[in-house]
């Protein structure tokens, strides 16, 4: 077993979490955000570390990886890769993109020089791609599902499926 922590590196700053490891687990979901602010090109790479907490011994490096992020901005994938799968307000599955999914859906129409979607006022209604999507298309997406895990926002909701989903 480990006792897993993370230490980000970027440029000369270091945040190293070590008060926060997550106790006897090889599968840890840390649940934290952290901002960081750099120049690019000076400070592009971004280390994510991960360390196995010892309280006796000198902590172990697990792994690691590097983030080149000026790549990651010129790439025409953006920040965008990998978007959850549902918006949630609030919890582990925060959403955490700059850009809330209704602008991501319009910026990549804009990109790939497809028609933007219209958004109705009630925001109830999207419509992309000559077609209309509405909330009952949403079988498994209840009121009810969203009120429990607190990730209920439909205009939100609708965007993130229609990008996930649909063509995109």
Same mark, same amino acid.
């Given at each position: 077993m480990c006792d897993p922590y993370i230490k980000i590196t970027l440029g000369k700053k270091v945040v190293e979490d070590r008060d926060h490891y997550i106790p006897n687990t090889v599968n840890?979901?840390? #649940? %934290?955000?952290?901002?960081l602010? /750099?120049?690019l090109p000076q400070e592009k790479d971004l280390k994510i570390s991960v360390y196995d907490y010892d309280m006796l011994t000198?902590?172990?490096?697990v792994g690691e990886t +590097?983030?080149?992020l000026e790549n990651r901005f010129l790439s025409r994938f953006?920040?965008?890769c990998g978007i959850p799968q549902q918006y949630c307000i609030s #919890? +582990?599955?925060?959403? %955490?993109d700059q850009l809330k999914p209704t602008q991501i859906l319009q910026n990549t129409a804009r990109i790939k020089g497809y028609r933007l979607p219209i958004l109705s006022e009630n925001?109830? %209604?999207i419509n992309h791609g000559g077609r209309d999507y509405t909330l009952d298309e949403f079988g498994k997406f209840t009121a009810s599902y969203f009120?429990?895990?607190? /990730?209920? /926002?439909?205009?939100?909701?609708?965007? +993130?499926?229609?990008? +996930?989903?649909? #063509?995109?």
């Open positions: 840890p979901i840390f #649940g %934290r955000m952290y901002e602010s /750099c120049f000198r902590d172990e490096k +590097v983030i080149d953006g920040a965008y #919890g +582990v599955n925060t959403w %955490r925001g109830m %209604r009120t429990i895990f607190v /990730c209920y /926002c439909p205009l939100f909701s609708m965007s +993130v499926y229609i990008y +996930v989903n649909k #063509g995109f």
